[in-house]
């Protein structure tokens, strides 16, 4: 069943949906900039604190400002809510049902406003943070609010500080996660958004389509097929061997960046600067020299560079996340790009509600039963 | 801001993003048809399982076929769950939390199925029921699972069943409630599945959407309007000051529908053969004649005329739920509709990612601090 026509574009490709002065994508050239500054830049010198405020206001704080964003603690209904739980339940349904409960009592009103967007931003790591440790056996750490929020969630998931490499990789992590247009969950954020529902409604609903391996993919595997390739040495057999039966290599090819994805320089660049959690990223950084080198023996006239997902999955690796904490943790880090993109819809907004054609059957009727 | 140029449609207003065959929405005519049966003939002639069964394998089960679908208990973690909520919180937010607690705890799997969308269908009325018994300090009531789903939620809400005009009203209700196409709502639920995300994730997230009053309306002000309107003999006199004022009638005017909203008549002729609740009703139905001839008079050009909302207000009030439960109780009937999209969806499936036109600043660099 397939009808084309004037308008019809099933997956809205192409259609151009809105307009944002977020984030600008460029996949040719492989340029990423937040409200202007380029993604690498905001890595080097800025926080994720920093970077979620020029989300939300479009300014840039300087530290001085004292732009800080800092874990908060949890209400006794949402560790409730969270002791509920399976522990094997997936991490982004805990994530999502946490946030659901912390929604309900938040009475969030319209319009979705910069402060709503801090204190959900500030919430989902000590939301995560606790369910892992619940599903352990162990109970939830208080937060300490004087660090960074990534830095706060691996406090809150260890019960003890992380040392400055890791935080520092992390943060790393949560600016380049922060933003990247409209994706299937930001998307979903504006829709709900645009119905004049509240931004945890927003956020929960964007957690619901994050979790599909379509959209926020499946970053173990990168760990997975990282260990099955072993050593540096002995990943140029295991790599030829897989192109060679047709296989995919799992944190390489983008749908948009033909050229090297910006955030995975980016977290590369950051990784390479750090003396600890060294070891997993240095054979990551080796292993992926020599997967570019075969994959453009393999196709050389179709460029496949790495993605951010490699070095999503060598920095979370590195700082100790078991990977079934991957994709919650990469919503963490969405949280300022959704919650921006709900306050910009809202400035302007129009009920998003598309058209569709029908398709099914020619009127009928019941017959007697 | 306002760019326009070649496929830039914000709202997506005119952009058909799929295909479906669900429900044919004729606004003109005022048709409305699931899978080809017009809706007047399933609320005469169908029961709400028999419609969601429609919907969701494109057959109609006949009442032999023995096509039922009765309510569910609750696990104990989603009771946990709703415990955790405050009393006074809004009933669409306990209903997005229970339900993600059950789909924390079903952990489904892609593709969404025929028996999952049965399954959290199901669940949903037990969820809403046992929210609004314990926010009044009352315990949850096991359901009765012989009693048709909107029976069986009166069932769970009252702790008695009701009488047979009231049942057949809500069943009413649900049927007309049960799908209208690529609203905001189902649209959500599509953008989720479209990411291989769960059922749960999809239902959770369209309830967000639902909750916003741009789509999911204000129901209350209909039964608050009609409140302050009185009597049928003092309704002229208040409408027509009304008019002048230049106030809306809520329950009145629809996007779509120019003529008479089916859905409407649908609830109307069932109202008008029942004996019992039929003293709000009444009043209802006289009060929308007066108001009808009113408009036309008002604005002779433009045809308003009743829309779902008006006759929702009356059956729902009719059945003795209060007001701030309305939203939610929308939310249980379109659960048929979300989930058969999903399925929909899920057959044929692209993902759902527009395109979005950069309006923000050109590339700028950090200041040194």
């Known amino acids: 069943m397939t009808v084309s026509g004037p308008g019809y574009s099933p997956g809205l490709k192409g259609v151009v949906a809105g307009e944002t002065s977020l984030a600008m994508i460029d996949g040719a050239q492989g340029r990423l900039q937040y409200?202007?500054?380029?993604?690498?830049?905001?890595?080097?010198?800025?926080?994720?604190?920093?970077?979620?405020?020029?989300l939300w206001t479009g300014e840039w704080p300087t530290k001085t400002d004292g732009a800080h964003l800092g874990c908060v603690p949890l209400s006794a209904a949402v560790v409730g809510t969270l002791r509920e739980l399976p522990p094997d339940s997936n991490a982004m349904d805990a994530l999502r049902t946490?946030?659901?409960?912390?929604?309900?009592?938040?009475?969030?009103t319209w319009p979705p406003t910069a402060e709503q967007a801090r204190s959900v931003t500030a919430v989902a790591p000590s939301v995560l943070a606790a369910f892992a440790r619940l599903r352990d056996g162990l109970e939830p750490v208080e937060p300490d609010p004087s660090l960074s929020l990534p830095a706060g969630f691996l406090f809150q998931l260890n019960g003890s500080p992380p040392d400055a490499a890791e935080a520092r990789a992390l943060e790393a992590y949560f600016i380049v996660g922060a933003e990247h247009g409209f994706n299937a969950s930001t998307f979903t954020a504006r829709v709900i958004t645009s119905t004049h529902s509240d931004l945890a409604s927003a956020v929960v609903g964007a957690i619901g389509a994050l979790k599909g391996p379509w959209h926020g993919g499946a970053p173990s595997e990168v760990v997975n097929q990282l260990h099955e390739m072993g050593s540096p040495t002995e990943a140029e057999a295991w790599i030829r061997a897989a192109l060679a039966r047709g296989e995919r290599l799992m944190g390489f090819g983008h749908r948009v960046y033909r050229a090297y994805d910006p955030r995975a320089a980016a977290l590369?660049?950051?990784a390479e600067g750090l003396a600890s959690v060294a070891s997993w990223l240095q054979q990551a950084i080796a292993i992926e020299e020599i997967a570019l080198k075969l994959l453009a023996e393999h196709k050389p006239d179709y460029p496949i560079k790495t993605n951010v997902e490699y070095y999503a999955a060598a920095v979370l690796q590195g700082v100790g996340l078991p990977p079934n904490l991957f994709p919650a943790t990469f919503a963490l880090a969405r949280h300022a790009g959704w919650t921006a993109h709900a306050l910009e819809q809202a400035t302007a907004n129009v009920l998003i509600r598309p058209d569709v054609r029908y398709v099914g059957p020619a009127e009928r009727h019941l017959l007697p039963d």
Chains 1, 2 share one sequence.
Do not use: F, I
């Open 35 to 54: 409200r202007g500054y380029p993604v690498g830049e905001l890595v080097e010198h800025g926080t994720y604190a920093q970077v979620a405020e020029l």
């Open 98 to 108: 946490g946030l659901s409960t912390w929604g309900a009592e938040a009475g969030l």
């Open 268 to 270: 590369r660049k950051e």
